[in-house]
């Protein structure tokens, strides 16, 4: 049989009504979720247990035998439960010989053991076939039908046909597997569920420290500065005005450190000549996490926009507005409009909100439920063009929030410039190199490269 009809065969739902038995070792909480799942999607469940008593807990349209009973009436067995419980199974090696045993298990930390469970269970009973599977998936996503953030099911196994059965069957759940390869694989499979949030480490301590760094630079010259010299005690800015400067400066400077890898990116083919170098490791991380840096300053600019409009509700806004009207009177004068202040307080204003729209936008693309829907060329220029787009507008509303100031003396305090002045370099960087990287005589070699063209072609073996 040739390689399209065997691909064709995989891909070919199974229009027979009857499933096949399956046998679960273990009654615990996991094998009796997944035998419940299963006898809803019409699988005959037969569990292995020391005991032939029904507990009350088993799926009542379950059989419950004995070890090698239920072995028997299954070709596939799924082995619910801990590796340190695995050596009565070589008591049953004669009835599993054959079988596709399905291993499940899970560790307490990382690497564990030297081999993986299902390695190890391969070793104790060589003349089964072994397939990893299920351990990503938990048991009340299974029990609650919530299945929708764990609907993948990594597979791998040494034995082909072993493998498709399984996967058959995880078709039949209603779930996705993934066929990671051979058992080499179970050690990364058996890990995947310890890692915590593993693409967001990067992205959440480098948020961390960058809002540390933001924070106590406002606190510097917004309290501590004005404490010294002007004997104003503002300590209260801690929880509107401090918060509401480090906000819209961590989200510039996030959404910023998105773009600025394919900037450094497009420099590195530049300069090689070539596509087919990989990227120094510490970029490959950085491009990876790119999406979690944009959630991440998408957020902060989310608090930014609710800090900004609760701000008229502070009584140091209502106090300082009084303050105003009172001077006013006293001194009998009124102060005409500053047209040119009008003009940039609307236009600052105009900019940070349709900046926000296009980064909202930005994020719900980024969701896999809107980003399957679209091919990768709309996806592209989603988050390339209109990425572009969003970072222009957010940049180009603090700009125009600073105004004059960048030029004057008084907006230094300590001869430190002010925090929106910081979270400008990232972004106005990112711009400027990539202006002159999409100069006609720039990116026409640049898209020579990667279309292929070498500089050096022995660089491409």
């Given at each position: 049989?040739?390689?399209?009809?065997?691909?064709?065969?995989?891909?070919?739902?199974?229009?027979?009504?009857?499933?096949?038995?399956?046998?679960?070792?273990?009654?615990?909480?996991?094998?009796?979720?997944?035998?419940?799942?299963?006898?809803?999607?019409?699988?005959?469940?037969?569990?292995?247990?020391?005991?032939?008593?029904?507990?009350?807990?088993?799926?009542?349209?379950?059989?419950?035998?004995?070890?090698?009973?239920?072995?028997?009436?299954?070709?596939?067995?799924?082995?619910?439960?801990?590796?340190?419980?695995?050596?009565?199974?070589?008591?049953?090696?004669?009835?599993?010989?054959?079988?596709?045993?399905?291993?499940?298990?899970?560790?307490?930390?990382?690497?564990?053991?030297?081999?993986?469970?299902?390695?190890?269970?391969?070793?104790?009973?060589?003349?089964?076939?072994?397939?990893?599977?299920?351990?990503?998936?938990?048991?009340?996503?299974?029990?609650?039908?919530?299945?929708?953030?764990?609907?993948?099911?990594?597979?791998?196994g040494d034995d082909v046909e072993a493998k498709q059965m399984v996967m058959n069957i995880v078709r039949?759940?209603?779930?996705?597997?993934?066929?990671?390869?051979?058992?080499?694989?179970?050690?990364?499979?058996?890990?995947?569920?310890?890692?915590?949030?593993?693409?967001?480490?990067?992205?959440?301590?480098?948020?961390?420290?960058?809002?540390?760094?933001?924070?106590?630079?406002?606190?510097?010259?917004?309290?501590?500065?004005?404490?010294?010299?002007?004997?104003?005690?503002?300590?209260?800015?801690?929880?509107?005005?401090?918060?509401?400067?480090?906000?819209?400066?961590?989200?510039?400077?996030?959404?910023?450190?998105?773009?600025?890898?394919?900037?450094?990116?497009?420099?590195?083919?530049?300069?090689?000549?070539?596509?087919?170098?990989?990227?120094?490791?510490?970029?490959?991380?950085?491009?990876?996490?790119?999406?979690?840096?944009?959630?991440?300053?998408?957020?902060?600019?989310?608090?930014?926009?609710?800090?900004t409009l609760v701000s008229p509700l502070r009584a140091f806004s209502s106090w300082r507005t009084s303050?105003?009207?009172?001077?006013?009177?006293?001194?009998?004068?009124?102060?005409?409009?500053?047209?040119?202040?009008?003009?940039?307080?609307?236009?600052?204003?105009?900019?940070?909100?349709?900046?926000?729209?296009?980064?909202?936008?930005?994020?719900?693309?980024?969701?896999?439920?809107?980003?399957?829907?679209?091919?990768?060329?709309?996806?592209?220029?989603?988050?390339?063009?209109?990425?572009?787009?969003?970072?222009?507008?957010?940049?180009?509303?603090?700009?125009?929030?600073?105004?004059?100031?960048?030029?004057?003396?008084?907006?230094?305090?300590?001869?430190?410039?002010?925090?929106?002045?910081?979270?400008?370099?990232?972004?106005?960087?990112?711009?400027?190199?990539?202006?002159?990287?999409?100069?006609?005589?720039?990116?026409?070699?640049?898209?020579?490269?990667?279309?292929?063209?070498?500089?050096?072609?022995?660089?491409?073996?």
């Amino acid at each position: 049989m040739n390689k399209n009809s065997s691909n064709m065969m995989a891909l070919a739902p199974n229009t027979s009504n009857k499933r096949e038995t399956v046998c679960i070792f273990g009654t615990g909480d996991f094998g009796r979720a997944l035998g419940h799942k299963m006898i809803q999607s019409g699988y005959p469940v037969v569990y292995g247990s020391r005991s032939s008593q029904i507990s009350n807990l088993i799926p009542k349209d379950a059989e419950v035998l004995g070890h090698a009973e239920a072995a028997q009436k299954a070709a596939v067995i799924i082995i619910a439960i801990q590796r340190q419980h695995y050596n009565f199974l070589t008591k049953l090696a004669d009835v599993l010989h054959g079988k596709v045993l399905v291993d499940i298990s899970n560790n307490l930390k990382l690497n564990q053991y030297p081999e993986s469970n299902a390695e190890y269970l391969a070793q104790l009973l060589p003349g089964s076939k072994v397939v990893k599977g299920f351990n990503t998936v938990s048991a009340w996503a299974l029990q609650s039908g919530t299945l929708d953030a764990s609907r993948q099911v990594f597979i791998c196994g040494d034995d082909v046909e072993a493998k498709q059965m399984v996967m058959n069957i995880v078709r039949g759940l209603g779930l996705t597997p993934v066929d990671k390869g051979s058992l080499l694989a179970a050690q990364e499979i058996e890990n995947y569920p310890l890692q915590l949030f593993p693409t967001w480490k990067f992205p959440i301590f480098l948020s961390l420290g960058l809002g540390l760094f933001y924070f106590f630079y406002c606190l510097a010259l917004d309290v501590i500065y004005t404490y010294i010299y002007e004997n104003n005690n503002f300590s209260f800015f801690i929880a509107i005005t401090v918060p509401n400067q480090v906000f819209p400066a961590m989200a510039l400077t996030l959404f910023g450190l998105v773009y600025l890898p394919g900037i450094f990116a497009a420099i590195i083919q530049l300069y090689r000549g070539t596509k087919y170098r990989r990227f120094p490791d510490w970029l490959d991380k950085w491009m990876l996490c790119r999406k979690q840096l944009g959630l991440i300053a998408l957020a902060f600019a989310s608090l930014h926009a609710v800090f900004t409009l609760v701000s008229p509700l502070r009584a140091f806004s209502s106090w300082r507005t009084s303050r105003q009207i009172v001077s006013q009177a006293l001194n009998n004068q009124t102060q005409p409009l500053d047209h040119t202040n009008a003009w940039r307080s609307d236009s600052y204003l105009a900019l940070g909100m349709l900046g926000f729209f296009v980064f909202v936008l930005l994020g719900i693309t980024s969701l896999p439920s809107v980003s399957n829907s679209v091919n990768w060329r709309e996806f592209r220029f989603i988050q390339s063009k209109l990425g572009y787009l969003a970072l222009i507008l957010c940049t180009a509303h603090v700009l125009i929030y600073g105004g004059d100031w960048f030029l004057n003396p008084a907006a230094y305090k300590w001869y430190l410039p002010d925090t929106y002045m910081l979270s400008l370099i990232v972004p106005c960087t990112v711009l400027v190199v990539k202006f002159v990287l999409i100069l006609p005589c720039v990116d026409k070699h640049l898209t020579k490269i990667r279309q292929g063209w070498e500089r050096n072609p022995r660089y491409s073996e």
